[in-house]
């Protein structure tokens, strides 16, 4: 700021005080659409297991990239089908792997 510039923080920076949920590739490219992911599903389902996580906010990152996508809210609900991880802020869409680093990650 000394040289009179602006130069923002990156999202997924200035968030890293919130706890992350990871989703593979298929669930990302969902959740960044805006659809809300039921929780019956790994690995969503350990975290609705934690009880002090309840209708908390999370930084919502693709798995395999580690590229931060946005904000998701978990709704919890009486079992975890009724909980959902809902988009509240998606900052950034799931892009699909390239075909070399996709072979790595599903073992073909």
């Not at 669930?27 to 996580?53: H, I, M, V």
């Not at 079992?79 to 073909?108: H, I, Q, W, Y």
């Amino acid at each position: 700021m000394s040289k009179e510039t602006f130069a923002p923080i990156a999202s997924g920076v200035a968030l890293r005080h919130m706890k992350a949920i990871a989703l593979p590739y298929p669930l990302a490219r969902r959740w960044s659409l805006g659809q809300k992911l039921a929780c019956n599903q790994a690995p969503l389902l350990d975290f609705t297991t934690d009880e002090n996580l309840s209708d908390a906010c999370f930084r919502i990152l693709m798995s395999q990239t580690q590229a931060f996508l946005g904000v998701g809210e978990l709704r919890t609900g009486e079992t975890p089908e009724e909980t959902l991880l809902v988009p509240k802020r998606v900052c950034a869409m799931a892009e699909p792997l390239p075909e070399s680093t996709a072979d790595e990650f599903t073992g073909n």
